[in-house]
């Protein structure tokens, strides 16, 4: 199995969010993570960075921002210039993905729970 490098953007401490959920089942599979978000704090024993950290070699980045909230991220998840952004349910946005397919990016809409838990990942 190849492990992706995944940014999970709307990454939270609250165990209720599919972002908590989606982060440590990432972890679970064997795959670097780098949780994003809007409150500090610490999730799968991994700060959440506030800012907006430059990371190298990014696979996917995994939304769990809703669509209205998505245009001041544009830039900084192009700018990362992952492989594929995977909307998750929720957070489906014509215009990223348009932006991002002109980039060469690829586009899923699904669920990144899903997809781990069949092997899709």
């Known amino acids: ?27 679970n599979h064997g795959h670097e993570v780098v949780p994003v978000g809007i409150r500090k704090g610490q999730v799968a024993g991994m700060d959440i960075h506030t800012d907006r950290p430059q990371s190298e070699g990014v696979d996917t980045v995994t939304l769990y921002v809703g669509p209205q909230n998505q245009p001041g991220w544009y830039d900084y998840i192009l700018d990362l210039n992952p492989k594929r952004i995977i ?26 729970l899903v997809m781990l838990s069949i092997g899709q990942y």
Do not use: W
Request: glycine residues 6%; charged residues 25%.
């Open 1 to 27: 199995m190849t492990h992706k490098k995944t940014l999970v953007l709307g990454a939270s401490d609250n165990p209720n969010r599919y972002a908590y959920r989606a982060v440590h089942q990432l972890k």
């Open 87 to 112: 909307f998750n349910p929720g957070t489906e946005n014509p215009e990223l993905e348009e932006l991002a397919q002109q980039r060469g990016i690829r586009t899923e809409e699904a669920c990144t």
